[in-house]
């Protein structure tokens, strides 16, 4: 069964960093594109970053460019998404999510991590 | 960027048909997908690529996409379709991806 399994999420006060991680099962991570998205509290789905299966190549929302930093550990199928300088507004359930094989759209996702970012 | 519109909520009685919209500048030149999401829980894709459904997705969900118009349609609709539905595109000019801002189907 493809699963993927968020952790991490925390109350971090302005200005802090927070780690999160996704943990992969089920499929060969390293042959998929993986995504993060959040949700903010009663709010829509905001796309945050991707990172390529193959070269690892990475693409940020204007957002939380310079701040966040995806990677990929092939050999522990896992996602991580490094959050520095955090700030209010980055509070958010964050979803771990892949994308498809022959399809960019996002065909798993976890069941989120909650970020609170409050002093 | 790219902006992604969709209508805020639309009403359907249950056996009708609703019809979410998803409106983008020649968004008819970009594949566009579809979620569905539930007080809760993690969003479900239903459409991928303008009108393919995933294994296991009724074949009531439906897309299309032409012009400056993507359009999820729910046919013979359910009270179990009640939920939150988001399109999404990736956009190859910024390489960001742009997801709508949810559009709330309520099953009257």
């Known amino acids: 069964e493809v699963q993927l399994l968020e952790s991490g999420g925390d109350l971090v006060q302005p200005g802090g960093s927070l780690r999160l991680s996704c943990a992969a099962s089920g499929f060969t991570f390293n042959n998929y594109a993986m995504n993060w998205v959040r949700q903010a509290p009663g709010k829509g789905l905001e796309w945050v970053t991707a990172?390529?299966?193959?070269?690892?190549?990475?693409y940020y929302a204007d957002s939380v460019k310079g701040r966040f930093t995806i990677s990929r550990d092939e050999s522990k199928s896992t996602l991580s998404l490094q959050m520095n300088s955090l700030r209010a507004e980055d509070t958010a359930v964050y979803y771990c999510a892949r994308e498809g094989a022959t399809t960019t759209g996002l065909d798993c996702w976890g069941q989120g991590t909650l970020v609170t970012v409050s002093s | 960027s790219y902006v992604l519109t969709q209508p805020p909520s639309v009403s359907v009685a249950p056996g009708q048909t609703a019809r979410i919209t998803c409106g983008g500048n020649?968004?008819?030149?970009?594949?566009v997908h579809w979620y569905q999401q539930k007080p809760g829980q993690a969003p479900v894709l239903v459409v991928h690529?303008?009108?393919d459904r995933p294994s296991g997705i009724p074949e009531r969900f439906s897309g299309s996409n032409s012009g400056n118009t993507a359009t999820l349609t729910i046919s013979r609709v359910e009270a179990g379709d009640e939920a939150d539905y988001y399109c999404?595109?990736?956009?190859?000019?910024?390489?960001?991806?742009?997801f709508g801002i949810g559009t709330k189907v309520t099953v009257l």
């Open positions: 999404h595109v990736w956009d190859s000019n910024s390489h960001h991806y742009v």
């Open positions: 690529d303008d009108s």
């Open positions: 020649n968004i008819g030149s970009k594949s």
């Open positions: 990172i390529s299966g193959s070269d690892e190549t990475t």
